[in-house]
C-alpha cells in the first residue's frame, strides 16, 4: 500500500517512511494513494478469528510489498493482547467496546500498534525514533504501557504543569525507560504551540527522526479501520439488512478510519453523528464541512500537535462529493436528548454510557423516523464508564466501578524536575535523547 498526501497527490511514499516521517512538507497528512480490495480476507472472518488475526491478516493484505505475512502478524500480536468486545443490546443493536486496553481509553489500540510497527520497523533500519506529544495525562498513560520493552523508541511529552499520571519510575529515561516527560508552566494551547514550533524545523525533525502518536500519524489512525470488521465479524450472521455505525466524533479519526474500511470493501451503510460545529447538516439533514470552504492552497498547514482529521474526511470524497451525504448522518443533539439517551441505554440495556456514547446513541435515537426499522446499528462506546462517572452519577445514579488500571492511569505522578518555558529548552531535550 502507497500514500500521499491531501495536498500534494505526486506524494508517494511506502507505509513505513509514513509512519516514521508521519507528515508530508507540504503541510497536509498522508491518506491512502489508491483503495485496496480487501474482500476474501473480509468475507473469510468469522466469530472465531480474533482481533489480533484480523489486524495481522489486514496488516499483510495492505503492507505486503513491504513486510512479510510472518512480521505483519507478529506486530498485530504483540500491539493486541487485549480486544474489543461486540454485545448485543436488541435485535438490531449492538455495542462495540473499546475500553479493554490497560488503560481503559479507546487510544490504547491505536498507540499500541503504532509502538509495535515503529518498533519492528527500526529492528531492520536501526537506530531510534523519536515521539514527541502533547498530552493532558490519557497518551502519556497509554504510551508507558505501550512502550515497555521497547529498545528503539522513546517519546517525549510536554504536559501543563500538574497534569502528569499514569506514569511510573521505571518509565523515565533517566531510569533506563523509555519517556522523557515535561512540564511547561502554562496552557495547554501553549504546550501545543511549543511542539509545534519544533515540527516548523523539518530538517531538525528528519535528522532526530522525530514523530507523533496521535491521529496526525496514519500509522495510528490505520489500526481503527480495523474495528468495522472485527465488528462486521461478530454479527454478520445475525444482521442481514444494513449497518450503520454510531459514534461521537472526536477528532473524527474513527470516522476517515470506518470510510477507510468501506473503501477496503467492507459492507456498511454509514456513521450515525453527533453534530459538530465543523462538521454538520443543513435544512435537508445533508453534511457540511465547513472547512472544504476554504481551498487546500489557501489553509494553515496540519498541525502535527493538535490534528483534525476533517481533511482526511474531504480526501476520501475529493472525486465525489455528494456521496458524503449517503455515509455521513450528522445529528443536532441537546443536552435533554443526551441525558434521555444515557438514562435509556441504562434501563432498557443495563448500559452505563459516559457523555460521548450517550450522544452518539441520543443521534442513533433522532434517526429513528427514517432509518429502516431493520437496520442494524452499533454504537461505539470509547472509553471505560469510570473515567465519565460523574455524568454517569448525575444521569442515572449509579457509579461505575474503577479497574485497576484505569485508576493506575488516573495516578498523579510528581516529576520533581524544573519546569520549562521556552522552545529552546525543549529542542536541548530531544537532543539530550
Known amino acids: 500500500m502507497r500514500f500521499t498526501s491531501t495536498r500534494d497527490r505526486s506524494v508517494d511514499v511506502g507505509f513505513a517512511d509514513a509512519v516514521l516521517n508521519c507528515i508530508p512538507e ?74 479493554t486496553g490497560p488503560t481503559g481509553n479507546h487510544r490504547d489500540f491505536g498507540i499500541s500498534y503504532l509502538a509495535a510497527t515503529i518498533e519492528t520497523i ?48 521505571k518509565d523515565l529515561i533517566w531510569n533506563g525507560g523509555n519517556i522523557y516527560p515535561v512540564e511547561l508552566d502554562g496552557s495547554i494551547q501553549e504546550c501545543h504551540a511549543m511542539v509545534s514550533k519544533v515540527f516548523e524545523d523539518h530538517e531538525f525533525i528528519r535528522a532526530k527522526e522525530i514523530n507523533v502518536a496521535n491521529t496526525a500519524n496514519i500509522g495510528r489512525l490505520l489500526p481503527q479501520a480495523f474495528f468495522y470488521p472485527f465488528a462486521f465479524s461478530r454479527i454478520k450472521s445475525t444482521v442481514h439488512s444494513e449497518i450503520n455505525y454510531a459514534l461521537a466524533c472526536g477528532n473524527y479519526s474513527n470516522v476517515v478510519a470506518g470510510l477507510y474500511a468501506w473503501q477496503f470493501a467492507l459492507p456498511l451503510n454509514g456513521f450515525i453523528i453527533p453534530s459538530t460545529d465543523a462538521l454538520g447538516m443543513d435544512a435537508l439533514g445533508c453534511p457540511i464541512l465547513l472547512d472544504s470552504i476554504v481551498p487546500l492552497e489557501e489553509r494553515e498547514q496540519c498541525n502535527p500537535s493538535n490534528p483534525s482529521n476533517l481533511e482526511r474526511l474531504e480526501d476520501v470524497f475529493r472525486t465525489n462529493e455528494l456521496m458524503m451525504r449517503h455515509f455521513i448522518y450528522p445529528r443536532t443533539v441537546n443536552d435533554q436528548e443526551v441525558t434521555q439517551a444515557a438514562k435509556e441505554l441504562f434501563s432498557k440495556y443495563g448500559v452505563l454510557a459516559d457523555k460521548h456514547t450517550s450522544k452518539a446513541y441520543a443521534a442513533v435515537m433522532s434517526r429513528r423516523s427514517i432509518c429502516s426499522d431493520e437496520s442494524a446499528v452499533v454504537l461505539i462506546n470509547r472509553d471505560h464508564p469510570s473515567l465519565g462517572q460523574d455524568f454517569i452519577r448525575h444521569t442515572v445514579g449509579e457509579v ?34
Open 400 to 433: 461505575p466501578e474503577m479497574p485497576a488500571g484505569v485508576k493506575k492511569s488516573l495516578q498523579k505522578f510528581d516529576l520533581n524536575k524544573p519546569v520549562i518555558n521556552s522552545p529552546d529548552q525543549l529542542f536541548s531535550i530531544i537532543c539530550s535523547i
Open 122 to 169: 527500526k529492528q531492520y533500519r536501526g537506530g531510534t525514533s523519536i515521539i514527541l506529544d502533547v498530552t493532558t495525562g490519557e497518551m502519556g498513560a497509554c504510551l508507558a504501557q505501550a512502550l515497555r520493552g521497547k529498545k528503539h523508541i522513546k517519546a517525549v511529552l510536554v504536559y501543563p504543569k500538574g497534569a502528569l499520571r499514569g506514569l511510573e519510575e
Open 26 to 99: 507540504d503541510g497536509g497528512l498522508y491518506v491512502p494513494y489508491k483503495t485496496e480490495d480487501l474482500r476474501r480476507w473480509l468475507m473469510y472472518m468469522d466469530e472465531s478469528t480474533s482481533f489480533s488475526s484480523i489486524a495481522g491478516s489486514l496488516t499483510s493484505a495492505l503492507i505486503k510489498d513491504e513486510f512479510s505475512p510472518i512480521i505483519c502478524e507478529t506486530i498485530a500480536t504483540r500491539a493486541f493482547p487485549f480486544s474489543p468486545i461486540i454485545k448485543q443490546l436488541d435485535k438490531n443493536l449492538f455495542l462495540m467496546d473499546l475500553s
